[in-house]
């Protein structure tokens, strides 16, 4: 059973940066499409990087420039890297997988708080 285990959240000033991490186990990582989302209070659950089918990366317009996802495949791991964070990005930050096979199976950490204090 695949498990993911996210890391890395905390409280920082606004301009500050964070690095979130997943740790991957139970499966073949290269065998799973990795992505970051997050959920900000009263906000739908919103995907903020991943990486493709093709194996690039895609960022959501609102954290361009200042998010970078990225993943180190002999650790099973997967990075989010947020600068110049800002107040409007204060949310539960989740690590995602998506069996590549089926396209359907898919997998949560359990999720880490990142506040930002403006």
């Known amino acids: 059973q695949v498990q993911l285990v996210d890391s890395g959240g905390g409280l920082v000033q606004a301009g500050g940066s964070l690095r979130l991490s997943c740790e991957f186990s139970?499966?073949?990582?290269?065998?799973?499409?990795m992505a970051w989302y997050r959920q900000i209070p009263g906000t739908q659950r919103e995907r903020v990087a991943r990486f493709t089918s093709a194996g690039n990366t895609d960022v959501a317009d609102s954290v361009k420039g200042r998010f970078t996802i990225s993943r180190d495949n002999d650790k099973n791991m997967v990075y989010l890297q947020m600068n110049n964070l800002k107040p409007g990005d204060t949310g539960v930050y989740y690590c995602n997988a998506v069996d590549r096979s089926s396209g359907i199976r898919t997998y949560w950490g359990q999720g880490t708080q990142v506040t930002v204090s403006s």
């Open positions: 139970g499966g073949i990582f290269d065998a799973y499409v």
